[in-house]
Nanobody, 124 residues
């Protein structure tokens, strides 16, 4: 089992920045891909960004390309999402997830472990 705990959400004005963290514990050696999903009220959970734990290749949603940066710290077993130039439409609950895959999946169905989520609210 892998346990994921997110932190760093909050309220920010449009144009501001936030950094989310996801600390992984347990059988972390078994995960190969970690990602951030967002879910706004009434909408499906969608992939925002993901990273391969080994090698560091990344994938971003078009809506956040150039504004968000995903990274990981092997020593701390922690993944980050630096969110800059935030927009009101970025408002959502952000979930950390981990997948046992060789390539980066985009569907939430392919992620095996999930955090509890952290709220990000961007005011206009």
């Amino acid at each position: 089992q892998v346990q994921l705990v997110e932190s760093g959400g909050g309220l920010v004005q449009a144009g501001g920045s936030l950094r989310l963290s996801c600390a992984a514990s347990g059988r972390t050696f078994s995960t190969s891909v970690m990602g951030w999903f967002q879910q706004a009220p009434g909408k499906e959970r969608e992939l925002v960004a993901a990273i391969r734990w080994s090698g560091g290749s990344t994938r971003y949603a078009d809506s956040v390309q150039g504004r968000f940066t995903i990274s990981r710290d092997h020593a701390k077993n922690t993944m980050y999402l630096q969110m800059n130039s935030l927009k009101p439409e970025d408002t959502a609950v952000y979930y950390c997830a981990a997948a046992l895959r060789l390539t980066i999946p985009t569907s939430m169905d392919e992620y095996h472990y999930w955090g509890q989520g952290t709220q990000v609210t961007v005011s206009s």
